[in-house]
């Protein structure tokens, strides 16, 4: 079975200074998409960044970034210069590329708080 | 920006009674998704729906459940007898390109 780990479930940073978040996902397949989206406590999920298995570049969207190491079947989440409205929670999430459904496997999450 | 609307944002129920949750997804998207979150835990799948049936459905999604899109645009989950286990955030959401939109989502209490 396909499952994405969160081993992290609480983290905390200074305003300003940078976090990396930790994410480990199991499959058989080459083809898959890998994401990491953010619920903050208005419960709305938003999507922060997205990686294709096949691209060896690391995603990045401004202050966020990732490092994927496939082989490690690793993809953490970095992010610089943190801002108070990152506090929230993060979600690593997996999609199989040879899915007809195209579902998305959730890790547990993990709770930022970005301190002043 | 195209988004995903829910509603209602809020429901609450008495335990035994049906409930239907509704959505609007992205319009030029073709699948569509319900998850739900239980408080403090993760994000689950419920059931995919694409060209106008269930794709695949997990095992929460028991006969209790059913998901329909009734005119092309609103896709909706009705639980047709709510169980006390029932209370959880339900999330909406829709694909383009193996990329997902979420909903709002509808939190759900079962009384």
């Known amino acids: 079975a396909q499952t994405v780990t969160q081993s992290q479930p609480e983290m905390s940073v200074q305003e300003a200074e940078t976090v990396t978040l930790s994410c480990t996902y199991d499959?058989?397949?080459?083809?898959?998409?890998l994401f990491w989206y953010k619920q903050p406590p208005s419960r709305q999920m938003i999507l922060v960044i997205r990686q294709e298995a096949y691209k060896q570049q690391n995603a990045t969207e401004n202050r966020f970034s990732v490092n994927f190491q496939k082989a490690a079947k690793s993809f953490s989440l970095k992010i610089s210069d943190s801002q108070l409205g990152d506090t929230a929670m993060y979600f690593c999430a997996f999609i199989d590329g040879s899915s007809n459904t195209g579902k998305l496997i959730f890790g547990q999450g993990t709770t930022l708080q970005v301190k002043p | 920006e195209p988004e995903v609307t829910q509603t209602p944002s809020h429901q609450v129920t008495q335990m035994g009674q049906e409930v239907i949750l509704r959505c609007v997804p992205i319009?030029?998207?073709?699948?569509f998704y319900w998850y739900r979150q239980i408080l403090g835990q993760k994000v689950e799948f419920l059931v995919s729906f694409y060209n106008n049936e269930i794709s695949e459905k997990s095992e929460i999604f028991d006969d209790q459940f059913s998901v329909e899109r009734p005119d092309g645009s609103n896709f909706t989950l009705k639980i047709r007898s709510t169980k006390l286990e029932d209370s959880a955030m339900y999330f909406c959401a829709s694909d383009g390109r193996n990329e997902q939109f979420f909903g709002p989502g509808t939190r759900l209490t079962v009384l």
């Open positions: 499959t058989s397949e080459s083809n898959y998409y």
């Open positions: 319009s030029n998207h073709l699948y």
